[in-house]
């Protein structure tokens, strides 16, 4: 709901810190709010009453406990509106969560093989289902962020290089999507949500330089910078696995599919474990376990695959200096990878740099989706152009 | 009383050099100076900053204290919490020393200690070839290696000030020589030291020192062009990196080697066959200036910047929304 065309910025930024405190604090009392806000009791009420027309607050209890008249307690109600994360990769993950960032319900599903318009019909699907499911109608949800692999150039939204998902390149997903579930929606690359997922519940919160090193199917790397995504200029940034790191860049089929991914992408460490002569290996999970049984060969292959990720960190280190790199995809996340990578790191590194994995797994991405929708949903309802700055969020909670 | 033009002082200090300037305003540079840098380095090169100063404001014709903002560029990095210098091996006790505590003593608090390639950045995007550029990264190459990073139309220094410090890089030596205590796997291709050697090892003339390779390359010196080509296929990898991390839109090339076209084009002609994607580079266009006048640039910014404290004053915003103006998501409760 847009604020009355007259309303001047002082008003705008009184329901910013009304709306803020009930996000940070619920429940709370009207002469709580005032304390935390700093605005008059008046003012106060004036804006609690208006949110209560609204929709946008619920009473939920009163005071108890203090001397004197208890007071009606608030908090924002799930009324107010719904967000929708969706993490569209090998699998399609679609997440719904309401105004306060409680996270309603999630679902989970192999994405349609046909790829294209069957995986757009699918999300929209799963949203129908979740919507419903959760006693809500789709139209409810008024802001929407598509995790996506590949690059999403920023200023059309067309997404390149994404060879996992077959006929989404030509499409206009944004358009399709938008259409297809009638409210906005923004797209942005997996890694770089699953980063802003960590960043809000996982394992980097209130780091304010991240990098997020990506392995799994393919490589790839998220970087937020004094609090901001670094997407590059065409939406390219992070695009590690064309690093000249892990064999001669100037073999074609590095060259084509990038030379870091062609050693350490999925398909390229099963491909190094039978070049050095294991078989039987259809996956990279089976090269894994095998390393963990003591099969020299997958210790081998496993231990080159750390090396080499670890020189694409000890890159990042270099150049961009973060606080903290956070592995994370299918192969990233396992724990004993991680300590070969740190160890790896350690030697090469001039400076030390903490390495974590991954917390959220493979909710990461569509965690981060919500965030970015939470986000734009605040910042239509209590952006003021005055203020740049999003409204801080709430630690997702379920319920 | 007419009202004085206000100054700014802007220092480039090299290993073996250091460039001074005083500038107006709006960052024009009015007087400059050029001088050996104190080979006793720590508190003596200070003094000289100090002393380069006085010498240009009286150039000028104003009193020293009236110089109304310091910006110097050191070759290293700079914490971003105490103003500390680390990793400056051109300078001996550059590193123990207060060099930011020293000048704000003498000049008051209105200096700026910045790394020497993130000033040549700024250098290039105020005048010259990196104008129009958001995303950008300067390459210095000359006895040392450096970046200067520009994300979003702003420097990028990363969480300790050392983003840019590319002498580590690990591309080319192997990461497990002992030699790499000392120097970076990178600046052990590719520093100036590194090309002369280079030349050596494969049984080039007695050169002595980067220029004289050049030279003899130009003179038709088979050895001296071999040397050249795999110093530029390591530069070559170094910016391929460069653009897979951050997808820049201009890679500027510079530095007293950097600049050099006979390796500029080997670059240019290298980068297609290591990397598939797209990347554009330049020999930067105010070569060994751009220090200098991306500093007398940051030195006016700053100045503007202090006589205009904030845009935002008069809001009715509490301490809790003002907090929320910073972009940085809250922790769990």
Redesign the interface.
């Known amino acids: 709901m847009p604020s009355p065309p007259m309303a001047s910025?002082?008003r705008q930024?009184?329901r910013?810190?009304v709306f803020?405190?009930l996000l940070?604090r619920s429940p709370i009392s009207r002469a709580h709010l005032a304390k935390?806000?700093?605005?008059s009791k008046q003012t106060t009420s004036e804006v609690i009453d208006a949110f209560e027309r609204q929709g946008l607050v619920r009473p939920v209890g009163r005071t108890s406990g203090n001397v004197g008249r208890t007071a009606v307690l608030y908090e924002l109600s799930p009324e107010g509106g719904h967000v929708l994360g969706i993490d569209l990769g090998a699998r399609l993950t679609v997440a719904l969560a309401d105004i306060a960032g409680r996270v309603l319900a999630e679902a989970d599903e192999p994405t349609d093989s046909r790829g294209g318009a069957w995986a757009l019909d699918q999300i929209a699907r799963l949203a129908d289902r979740l919507a419903r499911d959760n006693h809500t109608h789709p139209s409810r949800i008024r802001s929407i962020v598509l995790a996506t692999p590949g690059v999403v150039n920023p200023r059309n939204g067309a997404i390149e290089m994404a060879p996992n998902i077959s006929g989404l390149g030509h499409l206009n997903v944004v358009g399709l999507l938008s259409e297809k579930l009638g409210s906005p929606v923004a797209i942005e690359n997996d890694i770089n949500l699953a980063l802003l997922g960590e960043?809000?519940?996982g394992c980097a919160?209130?780091v304010?330089?991240v990098a997020f090193l990506a392995l799994g199917t393919g490589v790839g790397?998220g970087?937020y910078?004094?609090?901001?995504l670094?997407?590059?200029?065409?939406?390219?940034?992070?695009?590690?696995?064309?690093?000249?790191?892990g064999g001669d860049?100037?073999q074609a089929e590095a060259?084509?599919q990038?030379c870091l991914e062609y050693q350490v992408g999925a398909s390229g460490i099963v491909r190094r474990y039978r070049q050095a002569g294991g078989s039987d290996v259809d996956s990279v999970r089976e090269v894994f376990e095998r390393a963990q049984a003591g099969d020299p060969l997958a210790v081998s292959v496993v231990d080159e695959t750390a090396r080499l990720t670890g020189?694409a960190a000890?890159?990042?280190?270099?150049?961009?200096?973060?606080?903290l790199i956070v592995l994370g995809g299918s192969v990233g996340a396992r724990a004993e990878f991680a300590d070969k990578v740190a160890r790896v790191l350690l030697?090469?590194?001039?400076?030390p740099v903490e390495i974590r994995t991954s917390t959220l797994g493979k909710r990461a991405g569509v965690v981060g989706a919500l965030?970015v929708a939470l986000n734009k949903l605040h910042d239509e309802l209590f952006g003021v152009a005055?203020?740049a700055?999003?409204?801080?969020?709430?630690?997702p909670r379920a319920s | 009383m007419t009202r004085e033009i206000e100054h700014c002082f802007a220092a480039d200090l090299g290993g073996t050099k250091l460039a001074a300037a005083m500038a107006d305003a709006d960052g024009r540079i009015v007087a400059e100076l050029t001088e050996p840098t104190d080979r006793r380095g720590g508190a003596h090169v200070a003094e000289q900053l100090a002393a380069s100063a006085v010498k240009l404001a009286r150039t000028v014709g104003i009193e020293a204290k009236r110089v109304r903002h310091l910006m110097v560029g050191v070759p290293g990095a700079i914490d971003p919490l105490t103003g500390r210098v680390s990793l400056t091996p051109n300078i001996p006790g550059l590193q123990d020393f207060d060099l930011l505590g020293y000048l704000r003593g003498r000049f008051g608090p209105g200096v700026t200690i910045e790394n020497d390639v993130n000033l040549a950045m700024l250098g290039e995007q105020a005048l010259g070839c990196a104008s129009r550029c958001?995303?950008a990264a300067f390459l210095a190459l000359g006895t040392g290696v450096g970046?200067g990073?520009l994300?979003?139309g702003k420097l990028?220094?990363?969480?300790?000030?050392?983003?840019?410090?590319?002498?580590?890089?690990?591309?080319g030596h192997d990461?497990?020589s002992p030699a790499l205590s000392v120097t970076?796997a990178?600046e052990l291709e590719v520093g100036s030291l590194a090309i002369v050697d280079r030349y050596r090892r494969q049984g080039g003339a007695a050169a002595v020192t980067v220029r004289d390779v050049f030279r003899l390359e130009q003179e038709g010196d088979p050895v001296a062009a071999v040397v050249l080509d795999a110093t530029a296929r390591w530069v070559a990898?170094a910016v391929?990196?460069?653009?897979?991390?951050?997808?820049?839109?201009l890679i500027v090339l510079g530095g007293s080697i950097g600049v050099r076209p006979e390796l500029y084009e080997r670059v240019r002609q290298t980068l297609p066959?290591?990397?598939?994607?797209p990347v554009s580079i330049a020999p930067s266009e105010l070569g060994d200036r751009a220090g200098l006048i991306g500093a007398a640039c940051a030195a006016a910014q700053a100045l503007r910047a202090q006589e205009r404290p904030t845009q935002?004053t008069a809001?009715?915003?509490?301490?809790?929304?003002a907090a929320?103006?910073?972009?940085?998501?809250?922790?769990?409760?």
């Open positions: 910025v002082t930024l009184s910013r810190s803020e405190a940070h935390v806000t700093g605005l960043i809000w519940h919160q209130s304010a330089n790397l970087l910078v004094n609090g901001q670094v997407r590059g200029e065409n939406g390219a940034a992070g695009e590690i696995g064309y690093l000249p790191i860049p100037l060259r084509e990038g020189l000890a890159t990042v280190v270099a150049t961009v200096d973060p606080q030697r090469l590194a001039p400076r965030s005055e203020l700055a999003v409204v801080p969020l709430p630690p | 958001r995303n970046l990073l994300i979003d990028f220094r990363g969480a300790r000030g050392s983003a840019g410090e590319i002498a580590d890089l690990p591309i990461p497990n970076g990178f990898l391929a990196t460069l653009q897979s991390l951050l997808d820049l839109e066959t290591l990397f598939s994607r935002f809001s009715p915003l509490s301490s809790q929304t929320a103006a910073s972009t940085e998501y809250p922790a769990s409760e």
